[in-house]
């Protein structure tokens, strides 16, 4: 017999597809609101800046994430986190799987505040005060400011013209000792994706050595349609052995205010590694835990707009510097949302976001704070509109022009 309560699932899987069904709404505000937001990204700058520093979307968040945010809120529920809830561990690995390809382990994950802490920390695990950690250089700037929290010293590998990790670099700083290699995978600021031969390279030297590959994985759910990203732990057993993965729904989401991140691992050795760890739940943020969870269960629909948006935002990004700005020269990412801009060529010195915020009031991330290899770079981040993504290179163009004068 048909119940009641079997008619009742069936309405409201109706009703859910038709919600889903309503277009995402990928709008972003002029520049006036956009200087309303409390965040750094905009708050940093004065009124008439457009801001286009912090890996920070402008977009609005996926509507699930903020249902569950408000219901949250309706029952005053700003509590501290549990360590990584059941529901959370299998919102994640299913996630990984429908996503990225990825089969997770749920007993092998750990809920940590965010990525760097979580960097951090394993360094502080795997490291004596003074040894070495190494690192792709241009990277993500708090690898500089924050991994030596942890008292290890810093080993910097160059890339390859083509973007990937030289690897006779990295054999030194294994030579050298370093105890771990953190990887940007897919790599900021280059948004450059690693194929699958460089990255079981990277693991058969790093496990051969007993360094420890600490994967730093935030983008992998924002990889653009074209690229394969191959999360670390699928790479070879060799990787699983001598790797951990950190990730964050922050990052795919735009959640970064709300604090959770998950430490992720395949092997018994590196779990063991991990519970040396301190233990860190009680740091991170429960609306991040309740957002997080929202997002991977009901956020596919909101990313996919996302990652369509992004790719448009990407090729839009090309036609406009290819007209306005033939000088700078650049690799399209293969995901992220981060443009990495060669502009040596316009002759405006080693850190060109300066004449670019002081004539063209527009705010680019500074290229030596990704390292010496930025030097002559601007980061560039496309996550808003077409409209601001093409006044930003206006704005940058007026800037060469009135450096001219
Ligand atoms: C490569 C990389 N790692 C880590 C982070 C920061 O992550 P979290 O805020 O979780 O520490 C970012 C943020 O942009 C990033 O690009």
């Not at 990984?96 to 979580?118: C, F, H, K, S, Y």
């Not at 609306?287 to 991977?296: H, K, M, Q, S, T």
Request: proline share 6%; charged share 25%; hydrophobic share 45%.
């Amino acid at each position: 017999m048909f119940s009641l309560a079997a008619s009742r699932r069936i309405e409201q899987t109706v009703s859910e597809k038709l919600q889903r069904a309503v277009t995402i709404d990928l709008t972003v505000a002029d520049i006036d609101a956009m200087h309303e937001r409390a965040g750094a990204k905009w708050s940093a700058y004065d009124a008439d800046v457009l801001s286009a520093t912090i890996a920070e979307m402008d977009f609005p968040l996926a509507p699930p994430v903020t249902e569950a945010l408000r219901e949250a809120i309706d029952r005053s529920d700003l509590g501290y986190p549990k360590p990584a809830t059941p529901s959370l561990r299998r919102s994640f690995a299913r996630f990984a799987a429908r996503r990225l390809n990825w089969t997770v382990d749920e007993e092998q994950i750990v809920l940590v505040p965010d990525v760097m802490i979580g960097l951090v920390e394993l360094c502080r695990v795997i490291a004596a005060p003074g040894e070495t950690v190494a690192f792709a250089t241009p990277c993500y700037p708090p690898f500089f400011s924050m991994l030596p929290e942890a008292g290890v010293k810093l080993s910097e590998i160059g890339l390859l013209p083509d973007g990937s990790l030289d690897m006779d670099g990295l054999d030194a700083a294994l030579d050298a000792g370093a105890r771990a290699l953190v990887l940007a995978s897919p790599h900021n600021p280059t948004g450059r994706v690693l194929r699958l031969s460089e990255l079981e390279a990277i693991a058969e030297r790093c496990a051969e050595r007993e360094a420890w590959v600490l994967a730093d994985e935030i983008h992998g759910a924002l990889t653009l349609p074209g690229a394969t990203y191959i999360p670390w732990l699928e790479v070879s057993d060799a990787a699983r052995r001598c790797g951990i993965s950190v990730t964050s729904a922050s990052k795919a989401f735009n959640l970064a205010a709300l604090k959770a991140a998950l430490v992720v691992t395949a092997d018994p050795a590196a779990r063991d590694l991990v519970e040396r760890m301190p233990s860190l739940h009680e740091h991170a943020g429960l609306l991040g835990v309740i957002a997080a969870e929202a997002a991977f269960d009901d956020g596919d629909e909101w990313l996919d707009a996302v990652i369509a948006q992004l790719t448009a935002n990407r090729d839009l990004l090309g036609r406009d510097l290819a007209d306005k700005l033939p000088e700078v020269t650049w690799g399209p990412p293969q995901a992220t949302y981060l443009a990495w801009l060669d502009c040596s060529g316009l002759g405006l010195g080693a850190e060109p976001a300066e004449v670019f915020l002081r004539s063209g009031r527009v705010a680019l991330g500074r290229g030596l704070d990704y390292g010496a290899p930025g030097a002559g770079h601007v980061r560039l981040n496309f996550a808003t509109s077409p409209a601001h993504v093409s006044d930003a290179i206006a704005r940058m163009a007026a800037s060469i022009r009135a450096t001219d004068i």
